[in-house]
């Protein structure tokens, strides 16, 4: 029987797989903490999504229901987008009114009131439009961190018929 020789360690190499795993680490951290990041960040921008959608359908039934307290009120239409998604603050809601022709008439937001005229601008057949803004701030590692303050803003709106 033969006797095979192992190869062996040149003289040098024996710390080499250390050192090549320990300059790959920093990498695939990375990675893997992004992907997180990023999963995260969809979820936000769905149910942000789903909680101004159906705040917007709320609001094209009832108009005029707003809420200035923190939580917001549930039957008002920052309380429906805040019952999905708590990130969405009476202050992170912005209420547009538009004209049937598309022109603003209106806007509501819980610091400012309502600028316009109310009764106007909430009649059947104008155009409600319901904005949801807040800024997404990573969970692991601030992968964003060259976008704008540590965060990433997400704005979503959905536009409605007033009932």
């Not at 080499?16 to 999963?39: D, M, R, T, W, Y």
């Not at 769905?46 to 101004?52: F, I, K, L, P």
């Amino acid at each position: 029987m033969r006797k095979r020789n192992l190869p062996r360690h040149r003289s040098g190499e024996s710390g080499q797989a250390v050192v090549e795993f320990a300059l790959f680490l920093p990498i695939i951290l990375l990675l893997l903490f992004g992907a997180v990041n990023v999963s995260i960040l969809f979820n936000s921008i769905t149910s942000q999504d789903g909680a101004v959608r159906d705040a917007g359908r709320y609001a094209s039934i009832n108009p005029t229901s707003f809420s200035t307290h923190s939580p917001p009120d549930a039957n008002s239409i920052e309380g429906i987008a805040y019952a999905e998604d708590t990130s969405l603050t009476a202050d992170a809601i912005t209420i547009n009114y538009y004209y049937p022709d598309g022109g603003l008439c209106g806007t509501y937001t819980a610091s400012g009131g309502f600028v316009g005229d109310q009764t106007d601008c909430t009649q059947p057949g104008y155009f409600v439009q319901v904005v949801g803004k807040v800024t997404y701030t990573p969970a692991i590692i601030n992968v964003f961190s060259g976008i704008g303050s540590g965060g990433l803003p997400i704005s979503t709106s959905y536009e409605f018929v007033i009932q």
